[in-house]
């Protein structure tokens, strides 16, 4: 089977690889599509993040979705020809987190596309993936492309519940790629009353007021734009910052009234944090990585109608035009989220 792989920074290629045979309690999936995320963008950029480098070849891919092609011993709950979205969240269940009911936290997480731990965990942006029955999910009535959306979605529903209630709250987001776009069709579901997003791009700002953004803000051709939001010591109540960048949230500090929340997705790196300021305002800040039981419900809310991600996908590509396909996805003028088409959509 094909598969691709990261060798390094800018070297991404089409390699062929054993198709493996499931175990028991395993599926063999023929993945039909998969969302380049912005990870994946920065191990074909930059051979990696922060401190995680590439220090292997390593299958890049972690939002796939694909029909069963082939059930492993005791699979009762799937059927070959199914369409289904693929968790890449696969914790333990043995260590302290996952007992404690933190396996987004899982201390021997072997999460697709990661190369955070050393042998590097090896994605799903391949043929033919073996995977658990339980990262499953059922996706029927959805296209595959629709499913694919479930992990980048899974990880705004993860952030929207350690915001808290976010009932009628002001919302305010920085950075309006793919999860800042998702963020804004997870807030809304969660109940906010006026949201709020800011960019240094037009296209993505588009895409943002599409999916039920109240107002989109260019800081890049008005860096003052938040400027109204500051009086009596802030507006927003909440803060999802997506971007990873430290301008943006200093930026952002000023908005947020007293006791605000900050729930930081984004991952750039360290960011140097204004701290006096966020004292005196008595704002919190939560982290916010990856999900887990988000997952299914993601799935959910597509299949009800109820999150429509459909906006989001602006271009395909097929597996074979995988490098283009990198290179188009960094591209914030014309790209939102773009998908490798690795059989035909059903």
Not at 167 to 174: A, E, S
Not at 225 to 235: E, F, I, R, T, V
Not at 293 to 301: G, N
Request: one cysteine or more.
């Amino acid at each position: 089977m094909k598969v691709v792989v990261a060798h390094g920074a800018k070297d991404l290629r089409l390699d062929e690889q054993v198709k493996e045979v499931p175990g028991f309690g395993e599926v063999s999936v023929k993945i039909q599509s998969g969302g380049i995320c912005g990870s994946d963008l920065h191990y074909f950029n930059h051979g990696g993040f922060g401190a995680v480098r590439l220090k292997q070849p390593m299958i890049l891919g972690h939002e796939v979705a694909g029909v069963i092609s082939e059930l492993g011993e005791g699979v009762e709950d799937l059927k070959v020809g199914q369409l289904v979205a693929v968790s890449p969240s696969r914790p333990c269940s043995n260590c302290t987190y996952c007992v404690k009911g933190l396996p987004n936290h899982c201390e021997d997480m072997r999460f697709y596309g990661s190369a955070m731990p050393f042998p590097h965990i090896q994605g799903a942006f391949r043929e033919f993936l073996v995977a658990k029955a339980v990262q499953c999910v059922p996706a029927d009535g959805l296209e595959p492309s629709e499913a694919a959306m479930a992990e980048p979605l899974s990880v705004c529903l993860h952030a929207v519940k350690r915001a808290g209630d976010l009932v009628g709250k002001r919302i305010l987001i920085t950075g309006c790629g793919p999860i800042g776009a998702l963020c804004v069709l997870a807030a809304r579901r969660a109940g906010a009353g006026e949201i709020v997003v800011t960019d240094l791009s037009d296209f993505p700002l588009q895409i943002a007021r599409k999916v039920g953004a109240d107002t989109a803000l260019n800081l890049m051709n008005d860096p003052d734009a938040l400027a109204p939001y500051q009086s009596g010591k802030g507006y927003f109540d909440v803060l999802f910052e997506c971007s990873g960048s430290a301008l943006a949230l200093n930026g952002a500090i000023p908005a947020l009234r007293p006791r605000g929340v900050i729930v930081q997705l984004g991952l750039g790196g360290d960011m140097t944090l204004p701290v006096q300021a966020m004292t005196a305002k008595e704002l919190d800040l939560r982290g916010s990585f990856r999900f887990h039981e988000e997952f299914p419900e993601a799935v959910r809310f597509m299949q009800s109608k109820l999150i429509d991600v459909s906006p989001l996908h602006t271009h395909t590509f097929p597996m074979e035009q995988a490098v283009e396909a990198f290179e188009l996805s960094g591209d914030r003028s014309q790209a939102m989220k773009v998908q490798i088409l690795f059989g035909d959509e059903t």
